[in-house]
Structure formats: C-alpha cells, structure tokens
C-alpha cells in the first residue's frame, strides 16, 4: 500500500495503481477523454494532469503511479485553465452537427465542451477536407475523430487484431487500416463502442436513431458459451411501419466488458407469432405420445428444468449430444479432480502469465477466450502455446509457440502434455510409473510432436506463476474423450495450472447440470425444441409450433466461467411459450423464471430468485450479474486409462469450424453478419482433392452430403480445410469429432 | 408618473347606488296567469326584433362568413395543424431528422424513422403526428432548430377516428408550390426574432 494525499485527504493505492485508479476508488473526480481502463493508457488527451508537490510541472495522472507520501491537487485554477485549453483544441472545426450525430446525447465531447463551458471557438486552423470511409459495418468520419486512440488500443492490447493504426500528419491525423486499403478484420465492433464522438459508428445504425429514444436491456449473449454481458437497445418504430418494438443495436459496458461482432451485429433473430390454439394443441398431442425430446443447448437454465420435469413426468428420454459430449467429459474430469466443475474462469485467462492452448480453434468458437488471451499476452506478457493440427492465422500476434499435431491423436498429446507439466509435481508412486510407462517414441511420432517441443513448454512454463490450461472442443468430442478428460484433470490437480474447458453452446454447462440425458439412439415421434424432430417446436422458421427466441425470454445461462447469468426480454413475443406446455401436463408455474429458484442446489445452485439477480457492472467494475456456481466436491474415483493406438486419417480431412462471428442458426438468421457457407482450404488442400477456387462440390460425409463452394483461403496452411456447420443445425459443430474424413467430389465432372 | 385610481366604495350600504328594482308579484291564480300570458303575446315588442332582420335583409349588406366556401384569415401565430418545410433555394427537405421534436412532444405524438441516405446524410424517411393526441402546444415548432416543423394554417381536425395521423406527405410543401413561392414562413414561436442576424458572433477564421 502507498499513502499519499488527494486535495489535502490521505487516500491509499495498491502498487502498480496509477494516481487515477486510486483517485477514482476514493471518490475523487478527475476528467479524462482517451482513458479505457481495460487498456494501458493512450495518453493522449492529457486531461487528467494534475500537480504534485514534488513535481514542478504538471504529471499525467493516468499513467503515474503516485509514491510514499506524495501530495496530489487535482483541481485548481491553473489546472482548470491548461483542461480548458485543451477542450477548447479539440473543438476547433469539430462539425456542428449534433443534430444528426448517432453520439449526440452519449459523447464525451458534447458532456467536457459543456462541463468546461467552451461556447465559442477560440482557435483557428484550416479545415481539410476529409472524407468519409465506409468499412462493411463500420464508418469512419476523420472530421469528427478526435484522435484519441482507444480504438487502436482496443484493436490491439484486448481483441488482437491488429487492423487499425494512427496515421500520423499533425492536423490531418487520421485512423487508417494497418497493411491494407480498407479495414480488413474480425468486425468485433469494439473500436464502435470505445469510440467517445461518433467517428467510428456501426453502418447499420448510423442515423437510425437517436441515443436518448433507446431503451437499454440488459442481457446476456447467447451465442457462444462466454456468457458477455450487452444491452439490447430498443426503440418502437414509426406509425408507418407498425409502431412495434424494435432492436436497433447492442451495446455493452465497454469500460469493464468486452463483446465481439456475432455479439454486437447479431441481433436481430427474434421472431414474431401469435397464440395459434390448435397448433398448440398438436404440440401438446405430440409430445404425450413421444419417446424423446431433442433440444439444443441453445436453451435457459428455465427451459432445460423445464424439460428435465416433463421428461420425469411422462418418463421420456432427453436427447441432447452436444451437452451430453461435455456431460461426460466433466464426469471423467471430476472423478479425478474431485470438483465438479474446473477451476478456470475468463478472469483467470486474462491474468495468467502462461497459457496452453488444446484442441479447439478458439478465434472462432469462443471469442472471448481468445481477447482473454490477447489481453493477458499484451499487458502480462503470456507466454501461449497452441496446440492445433490447423495454424491459426488470428491468433498469430499471441502465441509465442504453435505445436502442430496430427488429427486424431489428441490423446497422445494431452498424455504427453500431461507427463511434461507433471515432471517435476509430487505425484505419487502410481501415477508416476503410469506416465513412465508411456510409449513415448511412439506418442511422438505418430501425433508428429517431437520431444523438443515438449521440452520446450516445460522450460517456458516452469518459471511462470498464472498458468491456465484451455481445452477446446475438438477434445469434448474425441473417441477417448473420458481419458483426455482424467488426463487434464491431473493438470489441475497436481500444478499450479486453472483449466477452462471451452464449452460449445451458449448453455452447454446449464444444459449439462440441470439434465439427465440419454444417448440420442433417433427412433420415431421425437419432438425437436429448436433441433430436428419428427414434430418440432422452437424459434426458426420451419419450427411447427412457434416458440420465442433467446431476446424474447427471460432466464439464467451458465457461461464459461461458471456465473449464472441473467438475460432479459428485449422484444415482446405473443406467442405461447414452453412453460405454458408444461402446465398442460401439471408442472404449474406462472412464469418461466419461477424456476431460477428452484435450480438444482446439488449441482451448485444458490436458489437466488430471478428478479433478485443483477445484471451490471459497478463504476469500478465490479461484477454484479448473477452469481457464481458454487463447485461443489465429488467422490474422486476415477484412474487414468492406458493411451490407445491412436487413429491415423488420411486422405481427404475437413474440420468442422464455423467462419468468424457465426456460431448458430440465429446467427445465421441476423442481416448483418457475414455468411460464408464455403469450404475453405489452401492450395495444398485443393491440389490433393483436385478441386479449385469457386468450384461447386460434393462433400460425403459419413452422416450425409453437403453441397457448397469450395473457396482458396491463402491464410491457411495444410491438408486440412475448413468446413462450416452453422448453417446445417444447432450442434452439429459438436455432436461428434471435429475432424472427419470425407470425399469430395467436383461437380458436374462426375458425368 | 405614478398613476393612481380613484378609489370608489362599492360596498352595498344605504348611501350607495344600489337599489332594489320594482318587481311585480308572481301571479298565483290561473286568471292571473293568462292575462300575463296574453299581455307580453301581444305587446308588440317581438316585431322590434323581426323588423331589424328584415332591415338588413333588405339592405343586401351581409357580413355573414359563407364557411365552409368561405374562412376567416387566422392570426400569424395561430398554433393548427403542423407543416414542414423546404428550403428555398434548393427545394431540399428542411427537417435533418435530430428527433428533438420527438423527444420534447409532451402528448408523446410525434414519430419518426430515420436512415442513412446514398450522400450519407441523414434521411427522414417516416414521419407522422397524431392528432388525436396533439394538443398544438407548439413546442415541436419551438424546438425545431431548422425551422423545419412549424404549425401551418388547417385548423379542420374533423375526422372518423379518433387516431387521426398527418403523415409527411401531408405537411412538406410540395414542390411546385414551393417553387411557385406559396410556401409561407412561421413567425410563432420558434422563428427568428427579427433583429437577431446582429446577435450573431463569428467564428475567427484567421487564415
């Protein structure tokens, strides 16, 4: 702790907190325009000077950490001028059009212009012309830019991608694209919300709507499993177009959270119905004489409750694999660690110094965990090893070692990971002999991992305090799923590594808890909740019996870090939902959140009722969604298998990974999101399976074929390409192994 | 000078100049009441009446307004049904689609959809006011910071349903009588204060 004085009034700061942080802990004001407290300091703007009594000249409060007993003046009339002076610069030629900016109402510009009582223009420069820039779903205006580079601290330091920089030129400074004509990157959107003025705003939005006409809803994402907090912004429409509730954009808390493009454009997948009886009625009809109820985990704590009653009640099976896959993985991981859940959060991800990365490509399945990785690269310096048979171009500026295995052979991997990271663990006799025992000439050669690159982890890794260990979901999947699960629960169990195991689905963890499911062996009369079926119900268009979306319910997700999160109603859905359903079979509620109470309390459950959940962050950017899940102890019984031969593919290998910023049928239904439904692969892929860029082709898969296009992606390397699965169904990215061999076939060469 | 009014008691006392009028009994018999019937039947003063109609009738000087064929001019500043506006030189719409007009409406009438146009500027693309909420305060006209929304000089609200919507097609002067200079200035609240081009400061552009 370091004393020092405010104004005259003690106030105390941690090390490493800048006179600012402790400044803002204690309640004291200080103006700022480019500060971001996710970021290291742009410095910039200069606002935030104030004088000390050891320093002459006025000190930069956001980056100066204060010392022992230092006198700190935060306002005085020297410092009041030199602040004013500087909102008076950033005035001059500021456009007068308020009137039509999307920020009017929101901007720091507009709140500092008039706290320092700018009315007039003091200074003059020449105005340039500037012109604006149209970036696919974002615009760019350099004459309302204030240059105050939070964007390109956003892109760089917690998305890493890199794709903007300060072009510097005096006055005609400007935000350009790094290496490129025009903004070539993942479209998270985050340089939209950090921006102050409304320089960079969404397309989409721009001018649809005024800040002050938005109602905010507090929600919850639903379509990976990262559980980020956003608000749906709503707003009726004109009397023309029918008055109705509307979302016109989501924005999110961007001062202590962080959301990315399938987040932030991909709303607008609510869908509209009215009480239709005699559907329901079929409904009702259907699932009385039904054997099985298929759902996806794209689903409310609620909902699955829900199931889970009528599948007690009318004694029918549950089919869900997708969750059933993590299910059964979780089991195999806690019947060693002795936990039911592991240990790792996002939090954990961004703070860890060193970061192994198995079995998932994670820039596409779980943005979060990749800007967790890029912010805990960027300000703790992380070392990020990745383990993947398919490089990852994204992820390039954040790894320091890539480990390329062969498909298949995940279980040699992690078995050999696992003997790395334990050499030096006090580990007992048993375990020991057991990772003695292994085969190690043979694990090596056949995942095609060679001695030195385990060597090499073990001494980057062996100095290293907050290391994490990030399963994806190739793992989830995979033949020997249970064995790889016991494999990584001794990671945890025995060194100072937290493990996070990348769960596919918003609420695959929920799922996974609330449910007893069964082996989805098909048969007759199943009924499909937003997942096929022999009749079917949910929120897509082909659902026969409609039922409303995850933005029209209210319920609690289970996200990644083990938080059960709230998510609101952002427009209203007249149709009849799936508790109405049960109430027709004797489960009574009024609501469907009469259930957040009554969540299991074995599985770590607190039974908060919904309405007592909050859903926010404090001004210092304390957490206040929803609580965390306790992990509870289970019985450790499990023991570790010996490694199998591992399996060899060759030939033609595709692995299903959706494109960026697609996760999911309602991703697929959104109007901004880009929906790329090739087949992706490099040239050495094409050689081999005789096809070139844009040809029409024939993929077999084992469980059927698809048609689509095959496109020439020159960022991947190998034999692998990529196929995507989200415009196919819900879950079928993780129903089986990621990896699977196909043939392809070009079509109209056939005959 | 301080003026000061000549100060008169108007209390009712004996002194003042009130006094009781003379009236006559009620009648209370029915003889009583017919021969007051007949009395003021046949007194003759419904024809002073009848013959200043007839007079006028006569005289063929009516200034009877002939409404609906005909209306009164109302005053400048009367607040009726609302118009927008077109910029004189270039015909172009007024209104920027700010959504103050919107905000400010007290009786919550006022609704609009905006985008973004090809010349990326902002486009009003729906507007309409209900006028069976409207209660013609006159602060969207007030508000306006274009001039663009002004109260014009319809006051026939007369309509089937009590949600009756002017939408913008409605209230944007059209072209041709724009062009034929018909379109009229506001002078209610809201418009420019004569004199105030000198309230003006520049803004120094010293180059």
Redesign the interface.
Known sequence: MINFTINGQPVSANKGETILQAARKAGFYIPTMCYLEKTTPCASCRLCVVETDKTEGLILSCQTPPTEGLGVIIDSDRLQTERTNIMRLYDVNHPLEC??CDK?GACDLQNKTLEFGVS???????DQHRA?EHWGLI?YDPSLCILCEKCVHVCNEIIGDDAIELQFGGYKSSVIPKNSDTLDCTFCGECIAVCPVGALVS?NF?????A??LTQIPATCVHCSAGCSLHYEVR??????G?ESKIYRVTNDFEHTTLCGAGRFGFDFDQQSEKDEAEFDKAVAALQNASAIRFSSMITNEEALILQRIKEKLGIKLYNEEARAYQSFMNAYSSVSGKAGFGGSLDAIKQSDGIIVVGGRISSDNPMVRYAMTTAARHNGAKVVYMHPIEDDLLQNVITQFVKYEVGTEEGVVAMLAKTLLENADIGDELQSYFKELDEGYLCAESNVGDEEYARILKTFARLKRKTLIIGSDLLNHKRAANIARLCAMIETHTEFSVVVVAPSVNTIGVSLICDLDADKGGEKVVGYNAPGDYTMGSFADSMLKLPSLNAQEGTFVSISHQVLPTNVAVAFNGYTLNDIANVFGIEAQYTIDYTAQLPRNRGFNGTKFDDLGNFFGTLGEDNRGYTLDNIDVEVSGSLEEVETLPEFNGSVVYRCNPINQFNGYTQKTSQLEKDTTLRGSSQFAAAAKIGDGDKIRIEFPQGTQERIFKLDPTLKGTIALVPAYDVGFGVLNEQYRFEKVKIMRMGSES | MHHEETFTDRNVSEQSAYYYVDIESYPTTGWDKFKQVVKRTFSGELFVGLWVVMREMIKFDIHTVQYPLEKLPIGPRYRAVHKLLRLWESGYERCIGCGLCEKICISDCIRMDTKIDENSRKEVTEYSINLGRCIFCGYCAEVCPELAIVHGDRYENGSEQRAHFVIKDDMLTPLDMLKAGQQSEYPGFGAIIPGSDAAVKKTPLAY
Request: hydrophobic share 35%.
């Open positions: 009137g039509v009017s007039a223009q003091h200074f003059s420069a020449k604006i615009n397309s721009q001018y649809s709507a005024n002050w006409e009726h429409t004109s009397n023309a177009l008055g």
